[in-house]
């Protein structure tokens, strides 16, 4: 395709990235189900592996599959660059790895999805990173918590599970101030309903696993670049500014520019970290992919649907969804994800922990899976399962207190799931 710009989402979620197969005309995009690609002759071989020229050398690094995702992803977003990852966690750690030395931390969102926390709060340390938690609605507590040492700020636009919408512009202003990177988890929005970039961040992360893919079949990340950061501004990211030993003192930033960042992703990250998404992976988010809007349209109308439901019903204490008016950041959804605020959202269910378990296993409809963004409805009990590992008090600034459930809602019949849901509560409230 020629310029993106031209282009609508609906036509770009289809095009983007894809040409028919040079070899064949072939007009689905192959899965290049190859370890490794013949050099041209010795002289290309050593370009390829200077970086003077760009290819194929190693899928580890880099797969035409993998690429048409990468591209497809990142013109979605609108970004300029994009890295494949073999998981959205994959993707957090590929996205912070380029930003961080040891001594260096990460100022994230209290509210942000179990498994973030977890690796932020405990696995990084081991790399010498640390994190600091903080309410991003309190902007100043944001700004203290940023030191010499801060080289990111991380906050999900729709966390999971809370309900909570972050207000990006206004993140995205105190990471500008401070001269360092705003990362933003897109996973339970999509590029449908919100596009960070476009918002003042600089980076976007996903778990290709969620909506991107939409199915429920493979696990995949995805790391997007604005192209729009300057790393050399202020001594902060000496990956990107400074001579590279690995390859004879090459400077990335002043090298590639704008796709510095992503290059140092795949030519560093993928060669020495390895978390490389397979070309099945791509195929099968490439596929997803295709369809997102749609979907995302039927997502979010059948959650509004079934969160008012939820809340006119008695059996049920409150539920936290952007989407309707009772919540504090209707407003702010409302103005920042006019398309809709997610189909992710938690409810308390009357009678607690117990009555909480019993509706989960109620159900019949609803899959009671560790899992969200697929086309099925899934259900479960965070503090019995995601957010177990958390403190109590963890979990509920999380969103995810001993008597609430958090449901991603699929796209079958809205009138099936309530009456699923109907009965369930019934037995839960007996
Ligand atoms: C699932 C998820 C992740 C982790 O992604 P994996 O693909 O499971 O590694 C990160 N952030 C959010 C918001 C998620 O929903």
Redesign the pocket.
């Known amino acids: 395709m020629s310029d993106a710009a031209d282009f609508g989402f609906d036509t770009l979620q289809i095009h983007a990235g894809a040409r028919p197969d040079p070899a064949t005309g072939a007009r689905q995009t192959p899965i290049y189900q190859t370890t490794a690609y013949v050099f041209r002759d010795a002289d290309h071989a050593a370009a390829l592996f200077n970086l003077q020229e760009v290819g194929y050398i190693y899928s580890r690094l880099t797969n035409p599959t993998v690429a048409v995702l990468q591209e497809r992803i990142a013109t979605l977003e609108g970004g300029v660059g994009a890295v494949c990852c073999s998981?959205?966690?994959?993707?957090?750690i590929m996205a912070l790895f380029p930003l961080m030395q040891p001594g260096c931390n990460v100022v994230a969102s209290t509210r942000?999805?179990g498994?973030?926390v977890q690796q932020f709060s405990n696995t990084i340390r081991k790399f010498g990173w640390s994190a600091k938690f903080v309410d991003f609605d309190d902007l100043d507590a944001l700004r203290a918590a940023i030191d010499d040492d801060t080289r990111a700020i991380f906050g999900?636009s729709i966390?999971?599970p809370g309900g909570y919408v972050t207000d990006i512009p206004a993140v995205a202003e105190v990471a500008q101030e401070a001269g360092i990177p705003l990362v933003i988890?897109n996973?339970?929005a999509t590029p449908w309903l919100c596009r960070p970039i476009e918002q003042g961040a600089t980076l976007v992360?996903h778990?290709?696993?969620?909506y991107l893919t939409g199915n429920g079949t493979v696990?995949?990340?995805a790391v997007v670049d604005s192209g729009n950061f300057d790393w050399s501004a202020n001594g902060k990211f000496p990956s990107m500014s400074e001579p590279e030993p690995a390859y004879h003192g090459l400077k990335f930033h002043e090298t590639f520019g704008p796709l510095s960042y992503t290059f140092y992703g795949i030519a560093i990250g993928l060669r020495d970290l390895g978390m490389t998404m397979n070309p099945q992976a791509a195929h099968y988010t490439l596929m997803g992919i295709e369809t997102l809007s749609l979907r995302m349209q039927r997502h979010v109308e059948n959650a509004r649907k079934i969160a008012a439901w939820l809340e006119a019903d008695p059996r049920v204490e409150t539920v936290t969804y952007a989407g309707l008016p009772s919540s504090p950041w209707y407003e702010r959804a409302q103005k920042l994800y006019p398309r809709g605020a997610g189909a992710l959202f938690t409810f308390a269910v009357k009678g607690g922990y117990d009555a909480c378990i019993r509706l989960v296993d109620s159900l019949q409809i609803f899959s009671h899976v560790a899992?969200?963004?697929d086309t099925r409805s899934l259900i479960i009990h965070p503090a019995s399962t995601t957010h177990r590992q958390l403190t109590p008090e963890q979990q509920i600034a999380a969103g995810a207190g001993p008597g609430v459930v958090r449901v991603s809602i699929g796209i079958e019949d809205p009138d099936d799931l309530i009456r699923d849901l109907d009965q369930a509560l019934e037995k839960a409230t007996a």
């Open positions: 998981s959205g966690h994959a993707a957090q942000l999805y498994g973030t999900e966390a999971n988890d996973t339970s992360v778990s290709t696993t969620k696990t995949g990340g899992n969200l963004g």
